[in-house]
């Protein structure tokens, strides 16, 4: 029997979005997360001494700010190397060679494979064998997995591949694969890189996405970490235990807001979810997208005072806990319980401003920042224009608050 972590995109340094708003934020958490997520790998390695540790990708976030990152790597893979634990590594698209100008002499228990072809390394000591490719420039679009080598025979062979699998959407399209064809070619284990949502989704043959080790941003919730693979004598996946690794939580926290009526019920609601959100982060750092949703008569009062319901909750985490709560935002998906079409047949200017009303879009007005945009660098108008496109969140966003402020000035106009 024998045992192996499966961890990738461990974006070592990567900044987590969102966060870092807030003057008193706990930076140098926040900051070290995915450091720590790489400290904490190595100490599952230790303490449950696996014979081999794989890192599928994207173990940089990209070329080196300083020699900080590498320095950082060199020295945990020492601890692991005092072990005589060795780690089987290759590149992605984030840390492809071609992006990564900065190196450092990696300690001898790292094997790096080559980004020129798929190759195989023998484990020493078990049957096992390990087969191959990095990334060699961030865009790989040729399906790499097709060149691996053969399948040994008594071997439990692994395939450490950084991959789209399936053309899962919404990721960069790099060196594509699918489940068919990675059954096919016969290894144990494949262990993926890429997709930072971690899956099983082949079991004998295994085919695997470990996920990140750290989330980054409200778009990755939930715990994230590794595998710890159990392979028995007959070489056959036994277990596949998932292990979090991370130090900073995401989670979006919803509030149903039908039938509250009093914004102090509301205001309680905010700091029971959160206090349960927190639970659930299990004593790590808990960064929380609050978004009120579902018919209510708090609606347009929301809507007119977006700053101060955000203030709210940030008030109401540091009640639950100031050290271990952040409000990353604020999210309205409430909707009215004013009928427009019973407001309209009030009289003709009403009926008017309410039809004005159903069209407007955001994006449509004139624009108030032209004059700033010739002045600005591109990156900067890019970032103007696109958060204010049309369909994009902050143009519905604006044009929810409009309509909700608007339609509560006329309801309340003639009580
Ligand atoms: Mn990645």
């Known amino acids: 029997m024998f045992t192996f972590i499966h961890a990738a995109d461990i974006h070592l340094d990567s900044p987590l979005i969102g966060l870092s708003q807030h003057e008193d934020a706990p930076v140098g958490k926040i900051r070290g997360a995915t ?116 399948r040994v025979a008594d071997h439990f062979n692994i395939g450490l591949l950084h991959t789209n699998l399936g053309d899962a959407a919404g990721h960069g399209n790099y060196a594509p694969s699918t489940v068919s064809q990675l059954v096919a070619h016969g290894y144990e284990y494949w262990a993926l890189g890429h997709i930072h949502q971690r899956r099983v989704h082949h079991e004998k043959p295994h085919i695997v996405f470990s996920g990140n080790t750290q989330g980054r941003h409200i778009n990755e919730p939930g715990a994230k970490g590794c595998y710890v693979v159990t392979v028995d004598d007959e070489l056959e996946v036994s277990d596949t235990e998932f292990h979090a690794l991370d130090s900073v939580r995401w989670e979006t926290v919803s509030i149903d807001c039908t039938g509250i009526e009093d914004e102090m ?101 004139p624009d108030p920042v032209a004059t700033l945009k010739t002045k600005l660098p591109d990156d900067a108008v890019h970032a103007l224009t696109s958060s204010l496109a049309p369909g994009s969140e902050e143009a519905q966003a604006i044009g929810e608050d409009v309509r909700a402020i608007v339609l509560q000035a006329i309801a309340t106009s003639s009580d």
């Open 35 to 150: 450091r720590t997520a790489l400290s904490g790998l190595v100490d599952l390695a230790i303490e449950r001494e696996v014979d081999f540790v794989l890192i599928a990708g994207d173990l940089y976030d990209g070329d080196w700010k300083d020699y900080g990152t590498g320095l950082f790597f060199v020295s945990e893979m020492r601890r692991l190397e005092e072990k005589e634990v060795p780690v089987y590594l290759i590149f992605g698209n984030h840390d492809a060679e071609s992006k990564i100008t900065k190196s450092l002499a990696l300690p001898e228990n790292v094997h790096v494979f080559s980004t020129r072809k798929a190759e195989s390394f023998a484990h020493p000591g078990l049957p096992v064998i390990l087969h191959g490719q990095g990334f060699a420039t961030q865009a790989v679009i040729e399906n790499l997995a097709e060149r691996y080598p053969a």
């Open 265 to 365: 019920d509301l205001v309680q609601k905010i700091r029971d979810a959160l206090a349960g959100a927190l639970q659930r982060a299990d004593d790590r750092l808990l960064a929380a997208r609050v978004v009120l949703s579902g018919p209510s008569c708090l609606h347009e009062r929301l809507h007119a005072h977006h700053s101060r319901i955000l203030a709210e909750c940030v008030s109401q985490a540091a009640a639950v806990d100031a050290e271990q709560i952040w409000i990353e935002g604020l999210r309205l998906k409430t909707r009215t319980l004013l009928d427009p079409a019973e407001l309209a047949k009030r009289d003709d200017l009403t009926a008017l401003v309410l039809e004005a009303l159903d069209s407007f879009d955001p994006t449509e007005l």
